[in-house]
Each structure stands twice: as structure tokens, then as C-alpha cells.
């Protein structure tokens, strides 16, 4: 993430809103995931009745809406403001001035979000991105003489991935 944002840079984007960017597409790629699994364990729920998943799935459906709003919260709220001023609140001498635009971080939040179609369609692209993987699943289980449903492919997708993403945080 942080390449993308140097690259942003590189190619003219200022420092702050190139940092924005990646905050918000992030945000906008959590978000999609949580779609993305809420639907593959609807599907799970609705072809495999009778697994007794129930306290887990709403555990893990409530940490995940939780971690997200608070994330979004976090930045609606001022978060980056904040770690854009720690340094100098710390009295550190190098503080943030010596990257150009580093204060423009939470104003690029603020700028992106208002946009709301565009993210809207950054947040419906990462949620096809999440589709196309489960897709790239089924046709490689198919030619390796494993064929599942399409369904069942997109439970796996969307249950692998968000136990990925669980690991890492």
C-alpha cells in the first residue's frame, strides 16, 4: 500500500492525498470483503442447513461491522489529524515537516468521501474483484479434476479470505 501511495506521488498526486487514497481504498476493500462474506455464508447457511455455526457467525459478523465502523469512525473523526500532529505535540524536531503535504492527509479523507458515486464504485469493483477470485477458484478446481458448484466455490472464497484477513490483523 505504501508503493501505491509513493507511486501516486511520483506521478503528481500530492503526498497527502496520495496517503488519503490508500486509506480510503482500503477501507473501501475491508467494507467489500465484509459483503463479500456475509454473502458466501448466506449461501453456506442456505444450501448446508443444519451446521451449527450460529454463535460463531454472529461473533464474527459483529467484530468485523465493529472493527469497520470504528475504523471509518476513526477517520471521519479525525484519527489522521491526530497522527499528523503526534510528532509535533511530542516536541520531535523532525516532526512531519519534512514531507511536503503530509498535513493534507485527513482533508484528502474528508475530500474523498464526498465523492460518495465514486466510492461507491471503488467499493462495488472491489466487491466484483472478490467475485472474479471465487470464479478463478471454480475454474481452477475444474481443471484439476475437482469440480464444485459455483456456489460452493464462492463459500470457500469468501470463508478463506476472511479468515486470511482475521489472521493478518
Known amino acids: 500500500e505504501i508503493a501505491g501511495a509513493r507511486e501516486l506521488n511520483r506521478h503528481g498526486v500530492r503526498s497527502g492525498m496520495a496517503g488519503a487514497s490508500t ?19 448466506a449461501l453456506l447457511i442456505t444450501w448446508y442447513r443444519g451446521l451449527d455455526i450460529g454463535p460463531w457467525l454472529v461473533t464474527g459478523i459483529a467484530v468485523s461491522a465493529l472493527a469497520a465502523a470504528g475504523f471509518i469512525l476513526a477517520q471521519r473523526k479525525g484519527l489522521f489529524r491526530f497522527l499528523e500532529r503526534l510528532p509535533e505535540k511530542l516536541d520531535l524536531k523532525w516532526a512531519w515537516t519534512v514531507l511536503p503535504d503530509a498535513e493534507g492527509i485527513h482533508a484528502g479523507i474528508q475530500t474523498i468521501y464526498q465523492h460518495r458515486a465514486r466510492v461507491l464504485a471503488s467499493g462495488g469493483l472491489h466487491l466484483g474483484g472478490w467475485a472474479v477470485g471465487a470464479g478463478e477458484a471454480y475454474v481452477g478446481l475444474y481443471f484439476m479434476g475437482h469440480a464444485i458448484a459455483w456456489s460452493d466455490a464462492l463459500i470457500l472464497e469468501s470463508i478463506a479470505f476472511a479468515l486470511r484477513t482475521a489472521a493478518f490483523v
Do not use: Y
Request: charged fraction near 10%.
Open 23 to 41: 486509506i480510503v481504498d482500503l477501507t473501501l476493500e475491508l467494507l467489500s470483503q465484509i459483503v463479500f462474506t456475509l454473502f458466501g455464508l
